[in-house]
């Protein structure tokens, strides 16, 4: 690892005068820390978001649930006011990575990252969240950008993700058995008449898929996906799973998240 | 360049000047010379290196030292009684030979007290998803799981009094 400077700021504030040139902000570090182990990142300044105490935490009101930047995974998964909002926002958390892991990662620094892999960015989009940073809001479908680029400007801090809730939603996801992120992961919300769904691992980023948002709107159930053939086009191929082995899984994790919503 | 870090380590205070790049898992072994704590993929895959974190296992490979500024650390060095009486979730892995090689034992137990801690009865199933971050290469984990049920019985019928 290359060295820098450590700052410790205890406000936003504080931390958005710091983040400048080559500085990064640093949350649980569970991707950052190993990225710069590997120089793939080599900061000047660290700017730890761990002593700001408003960036955590977690909010609900029965139309949104707001997650603090800095509010970890475990804390999503065993929040009793998610599980009752959004029960598959609260599984999904607990699908991350491993306990350790889950212990530390940020739900802010998880989308701020967008690994094309990942499991926050497919439930930001699907529960059509809004991102609030210190410099204003995004809609989730302008947020994410393809391969771990977001919307973001350098230097602008992610605040809190509110999610609306949904009438009924689930998460399926095909693991990579060694690293645990997603094959292929299907995030399907129904907010009665709408519906959305977003797919991770598949592609070089997140992305909605509109054939299935249409059919599961005229008929929320199994069979209105089951049919739709995925096109393997722009989808990854690498070491772990073809492109078409990708899109076939796509069609069978939707099956399944419409199946667990409706139980 | 140097900062100062202040955390309390096995019960003790512990402050050093260290390089801003200081690794928490390198503070640990290096600075307090506490080698129990292993480091065996450096990666975050393999959970060698787990310690407590106010209460909660975390990698310390995959953190910073700073990132524990001010926090409450356990290794596994602090889990027996001071007279040298085991740990429940110890004496598990001992009784029901959890253990070959030994290297990826501290990580183990210290993942398995705080899993313990939230599932006084737990099932294979939940301890095998506990364990998804803890790699081991010689056991097969047939008997960590084993142990870490024993164990976890042990810790509550310990806490029951
Ligand atoms: C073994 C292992 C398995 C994993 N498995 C999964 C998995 O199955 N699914 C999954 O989704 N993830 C997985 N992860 C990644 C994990 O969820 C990370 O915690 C997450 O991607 C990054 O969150 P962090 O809080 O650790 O951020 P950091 O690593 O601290 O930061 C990541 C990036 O986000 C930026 N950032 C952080 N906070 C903010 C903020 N508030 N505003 C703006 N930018 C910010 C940082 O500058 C950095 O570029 C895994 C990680 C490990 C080590
Ligand atoms: S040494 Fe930390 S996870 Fe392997
Ligand atoms: S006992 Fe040897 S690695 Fe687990």
Redesign the pocket.
């Known amino acids: 690892m290359h060295a820098f400077k450590y700052h410790r700021p205890a406000s936003i504030d504080a931390a958005a005068a710091l983040a400048k040139g080559e500085a990064?902000?640093?949350?649980?570090?569970?991707?950052?820390?190993?990225?710069m182990k590997l120089r793939l990142?080599s900061?000047s300044d660290i700017i730890d978001?761990g002593a700001i105490k408003s960036?955590a935490g977690i909010k609900s009101d029965g139309k949104t649930v707001t997650i603090g930047?800095?509010t970890?995974?475990a804390e999503v998964n065993h929040s009793a006011d998610v599980k009752k909002a959004i029960p598959a926002l609260a599984a999904m958390a607990g699908?991350?990575?491993?306990r350790?892991?889950?212990a530390?990662?940020?739900?802010?620094?998880?989308?701020?990252?967008n690994?094309p892999?990942?499991?926050?960015?497919a439930a930001v989009l699907a529960l059509n969240a809004t991102i609030t940073?210190n410099k204003g809001r995004h809609e989730a479908d302008k947020f994410f950008k393809g391969m771990f680029d977001t919307a973001?400007q350098p230097g602008?801090?992610?605040?809190s993700v509110s999610f609306q809730v949904p009438k009924r939603a689930a998460y399926m996801?095909f693991?990579?058995p060694a690293?645990?992120?997603?094959i292929v992961g299907v995030f399907v919300a129904d907010f009665g008449g709408m519906v959305r769904v977003a797919v991770?691992g598949a592609g070089p980023g997140v992305f909605r898929q509109p054939e299935m948002e249409k059919a599961l709107a005229a008929k929320f159930a199994p069979e209105s996906v089951a049919n739709i053939k995925v096109k393997q086009d722009g989808l990854n191929t690498d070491l772990h799973a073809s492109a078409e082995y990708r899109a076939h899984l796509v069609t069978v994790m939707a099956k399944r998240a419409v199946e667990a919503a409706l139980k | 360049m140097s900062v100062k870090v202040s955390l309390k380590v096995n019960g003790k205070p512990a402050t050093a000047e260290v390089e801003e790049r200081t690794l928490l898992v390198t503070f640990i072994r290096e600075t307090l010379r506490l080698t129990g704590t292993h480091v065996g993929c450096d990666?975050?895959?393999c959970g060698a290196c787990t310690v407590s974190m106010n209460g909660k296992a975390v990698?310390s490979c995959?953190m910073l030292a700073m990132q524990a500024e001010g926090a409450d650390i356990t290794t596994i060095e602090g889990v027996a009684k001071a007279d040298g009486t085991l740990h429940p979730m110890q004496a598990a892995f001992k009784e029901h030979h959890g253990l070959q090689c030994g290297f990826c034992t501290p990580g183990m137990v210290m993942n398995a007290i705080d899993f313990a801690n939230s599932h006084a009865n737990p099932s294979e199933q939940e301890i095998r998803e506990a364990l998804e971050?803890n790699l081991c290469r010689c056991t097969g984990y047939h008997n960590i799981v084993k142990a870490i049920g024993a164990g976890a019985k042990a810790m509550a019928a310990a806490a029951a009094g």
């Open positions: 990064k902000l640093l949350a649980g570090g569970q991707s950052l820390v190993q990225a990142a900061p978001l960036l930047a800095m970890r995974h699908m991350i990575g491993d350790q892991v889950r530390m990662g940020t739900c802010g620094g998880s989308i701020a990252n690994d892999a990942a499991d926050y960015p940073t973001l602008e801090i992610v605040t996801k693991k990579n690293s645990r992120f997603a991770t | 990666t975050a895959q990698k995959s971050g």
